[in-house]
C-alpha cells in the first residue's frame, strides 16, 4: 500500500537522520556514522521481521531502504553545520522514527494474525530497537532503560492503531497514530516528564540521594 510504503520511507530517514547526528556528536568518522544509521534505520525493523515470522528481512531485500539511509547520510553531514541546535534535532527525528515504525509495525503484526500482545510486543520492539542498538554502539544507556517517557507513547499508539483498525480509514488510522506518537513523546521531553525512580544510597539502602535507579518502560 502506497501510504504504508511512504511512511516507512520517512521513518527510515527520520531515525538514519538521528544516527548521523548522534554519529557526528561521538566524533565518530564517515564509516562509522553510516554503520551507526544504518543500525538505526534498519535495526527495528529486522527485529520485527523476526518476530513475526517473515523468512528474509525486507530491509535486505529492498534497495530503497539502503538508498534513503544513504541518501539521508549524504545530505545530514553536509546540513550539518546549519543545525545549531543538534540534540533537539536528534530528539525530533527520534520521535518521528519511533511513532512511524511503530505503527507500521503494529499493522503489519496484524497482517501476519499474531494475538494483540504479540502486535503491540512487535509495534513497541521495532519502535524502540533502532535506537537501542545506535545507543548501545556509542556507549550511551539506551533511552528506553532512562526514567524518559519512550516506551510509553509506543505501546499507547499500537493499542490504539489496533483498537481503531477497521472503524476508521487506514490512511487516517496510520496519520493519527502516528501523530499522537510523536505528540506524547515530544511533549514529555518539553515537560520533562519522566516515570519514578528509586534512589539508593551507598549502603544499597532506599533513600533520597543522588545515586538513583530506575523502574521504568
Not at 525486507?58 to 553536509?78: D, G, K, N, P, S
Not at 533537539?88 to 511503530?102: M, Q, R
Request: proline share 3%.
Amino acid at each position: 500500500m502506497l501510504v504504508l510504503s511512504i511512511v516507512d520511507i520517512i521513518g527510515t530517514v527520520a531515525f538514519a537522520v538521528s544516527g548521523v547526528l548522534v554519529g557526528i556528536r561521538n566524533k565518530l568518522d564517515l564509516f562509522g556514522i553510516y554503520v551507526l544509521a544504518m543500525a538505526t534505520a534498519s535495526g527495528g525493523g529486522i527485529i520485527r521481521d523476526i518476530v513475526i515470522g517473515r523468512e528474509v528481512p525486507v530491509f535486505f531485500v529492498q534497495w530503497r531502504y539502503f538508498a534513503a539511509i544513504t541518501a539521508t547520510m549524504i545530505a545530514t553531514c553536509l546540513l550539518y553545520t546549519m543545525v545549531n541546535r543538534v540534540m533537539s534535532f536528534i530528539v525530533l527525528a527520534d520521535a518521528v522514527g519511533l511513532g512511524v515504525f511503530t505503527v507500521t509495525a503494529t499493522y503489519k503484526a496484524m497482517e501476519y494474525g499474531l494475538p494483540l500482545l504479540g502486535i503491540v510486543f512487535a509495534g513497541v520492539i521495532t519502535g524502540v530497537g533502532g535506537g537501542i542498538l545506535r545507543d548501545i554502539m556509542v556507549n550511551e544507556i539506551p533511552l528506553i532503560f532512562r526514567s524518559e517517557i519512550y516506551a510509553i507513547p509506543s505501546i499507547i499508539g499500537s493499542l490504539l492503531f489496533y483498537f481503531m483498525y477497521g472503524r476508521i480509514s487506514l490512511s487516517l488510522n496510520i496519520y493519527l497514530c502516528v501523530g499522537i506518537i510523536f505528540a506524547i513523546r515530544m511533549i514529555s521531553v518539553k515537560l520533562r516528564l519522566h516515570l519514578p525512580v528509586i534512589s539508593r544510597n551507598d549502603t544499597g539502602k532506599p533513600s533520597g540521594g543522588n545515586n538513583r535507579k530506575s523502574f521504568r518502560m
